[in-house]
């Protein structure tokens, strides 16, 4: 037995005012649900009885019944589907950047994308990437760890900050339906103004491309601290691996990290960070890149004297290079009224470009672990999910992405 939706003809007005009447001589265990709906009825049938119920909706039209019994006019019943079991993803922002369209219109999930995460490690024991295998790389394709110098791709799969591997669980990976319990909490304040943690309901959680491949390049240690000079090492990795060009084997790069821009050392997008950035974004491939969580802060007022307002020209490097995608935060599910998040860095840059290029759902995001910047693997989801099938894509996307986040969750290992 099945739930099955059947659509009620909207030209037969006694079955479209009161769908019951369709379910009249069915059996108990046969009634529809409780569910109010106008034009369609959820009820649970047999095969043979839905082929009844079709036959006698026929009958009543042009069947054997007597000709005073027949009804004039349209059959009641439009059409018959399955009930089809639905299942939870990221919760709600994936809809929010049309992940799922993706997913359902074109079936773009990230397969064969390789998507490189500079951040502090990915858990490569999180059964979060088990699903599709996204951590399992063929070579040349390598993890590496850039925070310690007998870093190895084992320990780059190790991350005691937490900051990665969420970040890369929003990007790709899989916790199905089915499978053992969630654990997530929200981060959040109480009455008193203290901090505790919700336990959140999460039945399944997906990254917007659960299919793609993930590089662990590890440039924050376990303590969240690193160096520029670790992103840059591990851009020259990747152009090595892409052979500068010549071989795109890592399509794109997720950078949820960065620092703030100093202009009494370096022109605004011209340090060394940002000037290899570019030179990777012109060798194919995307580079994501977060706005960064400085937009606010405090101003200093001759009449007030500090003042906590919002704060502008406040893109973060890498952000300021002018080919990343530098994204900036909004609201999880609802950016058109709440819009940008008050904490996300502001542009325009300190030359005077218009950054970020966009914003992305950035606050309270579920994945696997703790952290802050969000918004920017929110848009490395849709660059990579959009980068296949390639039919649906002619070239690389060019920029990059930001912003900040304190929610978490973990599967029940």
């Known amino acids: 037995m099945a739930w099955v939706v059947v659509a009620l003809n909207a030209l037969v007005p006694a079955l479209t005012a009161n ?13 529809p649900k409780n569910l109010r709906s106008p034009q369609y009825l959820f009820v649970q049938l047999e095969p043979a009885v839905i082929e009844a119920l079709v036959a006698r909706d026929r009958d009543y039209n042009d069947g054997p019944l007597p000709a005073e019994s027949r009804r004039v006019g349209p059959r009641a019943i439009y059409r018959i589907w399955p ?32 998507w490189a995460v500079l951040d502090s490690g990915i858990d490569g024991a999180h059964p979060h990437f088990a699903t599709y295998q996204n951590l399992a790389l063929p070579p040349p394709l390598t993890h590496a760890d850039f925070t310690r110098p007998d870093g190895t791709a084992a320990t780059a799969l190790r991350d005691g900050q937490g900051h990665g591997t969420h970040v890369a669980g929003i990007i790709a990976g899989q916790w199905p339906a089915g499978g053992a319990p969630l654990r997530a909490f929200n981060r959040r304040r109480d009455e008193q103004g203290e901090i505790d943690y919700a336990p959140v309901e999460a039945a399944a959680i997906s990254g917007i491309a659960p299919r793609c491949q993930l590089l662990s390049l590890k440039v924050l240690d376990d303590d969240g601290a690193g160096a520029a000079s670790n992103l840059i090492a591990a851009i020259g990795l990747i152009q090595e691996i892409n052979g500068y060009g010549r071989r795109l084997l890592v399509h794109g790069v997720n950078m949820s990290v960065g620092y703030e821009f100093d202009p009494e050392w370096f022109a605004c997008g011209q340090s060394p960070l940002c000037v290899e950035v570019n030179r990777l ?26 003042i906590s307002a919002g704060m502008g020209l406040t893109i973060n490097d890498p952000g300021n290079a002018d080919l990343a995608l530098t994204v900036g935060s909004t609201h999880r599910d609802m950016p058109h009224i709440y819009g940008v998040s008050y904490f996300s860095s502001k542009g325009p840059t300190g030359d005077g470009r218009a950054k970020p290029d966009l914003v992305a759902p950035g606050e309270k995001i579920l994945s696997c672990a703790a952290g802050a910047p969000r918004a920017c693997p929110a848009t490395t989801w849709r ?3 959009r980068a296949w099938p390639p039919r649906t894509c002619r070239g690389p996307s060019r920029r990059s992405s930001p912003s900040g986040a304190s929610s978490w969750d973990s599967p029940s290992r």
Do not use: E
């Not at 769908?19 to 009634?31: E, I, R, S, V, Y």
């Not at 950047?97 to 397969?111: E, F, M, N, R, T």
């Not at 802060?297 to 001759?302: D, L």
């Open 19 to 31: 769908p019951a009447n369709l379910a009249l001589g069915l059996n108990a265990d046969q009634q």
């Open 83 to 114: 009930d089809f079991p639905i299942r939870g993803l990221l919760n709600k922002s994936i809809s929010t950047v049309k992940g799922d369209a993706a997913h359902a219109s074109y079936a773009a999930l990230g397969a064969g994308i390789v």
């Open 281 to 306: 974004v012109r060798s194919g491939v995307a580079v994501v890149v977060a706005a960064g969580n400085t937009g606010y802060g405090t101003a200093q007022s001759q009449f007030n004297g500090a």
């Open 383 to 385: 660059t990579a999910a």
